[in-house]
């Protein structure tokens, strides 16, 4: 009997093992283009405010974290087809995103807002829908869908990377760049003698990490993950960690800063 139970045990720790192992590492897709949010370090390693939160969700699942650099439209079919596991790419949670992906509860809330350039009489949104007036976006990003909906009249330039579009505003091609109000407040920062900055957003937006829609116990595990890491102070140290600059102005401009 003895002999028995030892041979249970034994074949009962094996499969523990297999499942284990057939979980593995949680494939985190993001596009390491996007500082300080997602980026590269000066050794080529994956750095900023995503990857930290993705090593303290892996450390609260009990996961190996491996991190998917791509393209940033090509992130939900990526996960759709089970190649990443999740998305923490500064994604938007939007309607639209929704009919195909599910989305953890939010761990922050931006906006989008203007990079225009210095010279330019525009002030809002609706200045620049006019006949003459052209825009750059991020191709895939709800700046790039909001102009696509929105602006009838002025003319829409679609680039692939968020410094191309910065680059046009600069060199005084497009009259603005449409992004999220913590990026435009850099790459104003960045080129300040070529651009200004309207950091009030026409429009709120939150984001959330992406999870398959037939993935209910790793949302739920993410849901607990982020509502105990804020309650632990983690997203405060980490915005004081690569997001200080931008905090300090929000709040003396008088704007929402959440994370």
């Known amino acids: 009997m003895k002999r028995l139970w030892t041979l249970l045990l034994v074949a009962g720790l094996a499969d523990s093992s297999l499942g284990a192992d057939q979980q593995g590492p949680l494939k ?47 992130l939900i079919p990526a996960l759709k087809t089970g ?33 225009v350039r210095k010279d330019s009489s525009v002030q809002t949104i609706g200045d620049l829908d006019q006949v003459g007036m052209t825009v750059a976006v991020k191709k895939g990003t709800t700046g790039h869908n909001y102009a696509s909906k929105e602006l009838k009249k002025a003319k829409i330039l679609v680039l692939d990377k968020e410094a191309a579009a910065v680059l046009e505003v600069v060199q005084g091609k497009v009259d603005a760049f449409i992004y999220d109000q913590m990026s435009t407040y850099s790459n104003w920062q960045r080129n300040p003698q070529t651009t200004r900055a309207i950091l009030r957003p026409f429009q709120q937006e939150s ?25 632990k102070g983690g997203f405060e140290k980490l915005s004081d960690t690569w997001l200080l600059e931008q905090k300090q102005e929000f709040k003396r401009l008088g704007y929402p800063f959440f994370m």
């Open 83 to 115: 190649k990443i596991d999740i998305i923490l790419s500064s994604m938007t949670a939007t309607p639209e995103r929704a009919q195909s992906i599910d989305f953890s509860d939010p761990y922050l809330q931006t906006g989008l807002c203007l990079l």
């Open 207 to 231: 984001w959330a990490i992406g999870i398959r829609k037939d993935n209910t116990a790793l949302k739920v595990g993410i849901n607990s993950f982020l509502k105990d890491y804020r309650a």
């Open 28 to 74: 985190v897709g993001m596009e390491l283009a996007y500082p300080p949010f997602e980026m590269t370090d000066t050794t080529g390693q994956p750095a900023g405010v995503s990857v930290d939160l993705a090593k303290a969700l892996g450390i609260s699942l009990g996961r190996e974290i491996k991190i998917e650099n791509m393209s940033f439209d090509g």
